[in-house]
T-cell receptor
């Protein structure tokens, strides 16, 4: 089983739509969780951290469910500029250091 | 501008060439990383340096050789690569230590091995 699993998509949605992505992780010892965004041919950039209490930043809401070992990202009122690949990331501590494990990403395409 | 600079942006090399990728971070971070990103695959961690010491070598073939002369600079020396090594190579840095570890990536080097 992959350490971090995501639906690759693509999710094709019209502008203004609400879209949600899920990500599951296999190691219950995972400590921290993030969503990164990667535009085509560009580097990943941190979108937001994910906390047990949930985290909202404008149109974006991230949730963590430790019992079921998944995190989610909800995007409301989608914009054309939201088109990108969204990477789920979890952190494990190994050998005294934190190791970030990336999912393969979910591609979102927002159309007019 | 993320504060992490990578050069070159693109590199084409033959299997017998020797080349180096360079990364520099201006963020005062203590940890630096090399990642490999192949099409439709997750980012693969290659090497981690914390305070200039290599703390992780993720079973990377010896044809990839990292070098970290100080906390701000990281190199990846390439020698006798294979065509399957063609990928996007990303450097990243972070303020090592806390659980809330956030990575800052460079723009990457798109490598093609012929």
């Amino acid at each position: 089983r992959k350490e971090v699993e995501q639906d690759p998509g693509p999710f094709n949605v019209p502008e203004g739509a609400t879209v949600a992505f899920n990500c599951t992780y296999s190691n219950s010892a995972s400590q921290s969780f993030f969503w990164y965004r990667q535009d085509c041919r560009k580097e990943p950039k941190l979108l937001m951290s994910v906390y047990s209490s949930g985290n909202e930043d404008g149109r974006f809401t991230a949730q963590l469910n430790r019992a079921s070992q998944y995190i989610s990202l909800l995007i409301r009122d989608s914009k054309l500029s939201d088109s990108a690949t969204y990477l789920c990331v979890v952190t494990l501590q190994r050998g005294g250091y934190n190791k970030l494990i990336f999912g393969a990403g979910t591609r979102l395409a927002v159309h007019p | 501008e993320t504060g992490v600079t990578q050069t070159p942006r693109h590199l084409v090399m033959g299997m017998t060439n020797k080349k180096s990728l360079k990364c520099e971070q201006h963020l005062g971070h203590n940890a630096m990383y090399w990642y490999k990103q192949s099409a439709k695959k997750p980012l693969e961690l290659m090497f981690v340096y914390n305070f200039k010491e290599q703390t992780e070598n993720n079973s990377v073939p010896s044809r990839f050789s990292p070098e970290c002369p100080n906390s701000s600079h990281l190199f990846l020396h390439l020698h006798t690569l294979q065509p399957e090594d063609s990928a996007l190579y990303l450097c990243a840095s972070s303020q090592e230590g806390g659980w809330d570890e956030k990575l800052f990536f460079g723009s990457g080097t798109q490598l093609s091995v012929l």
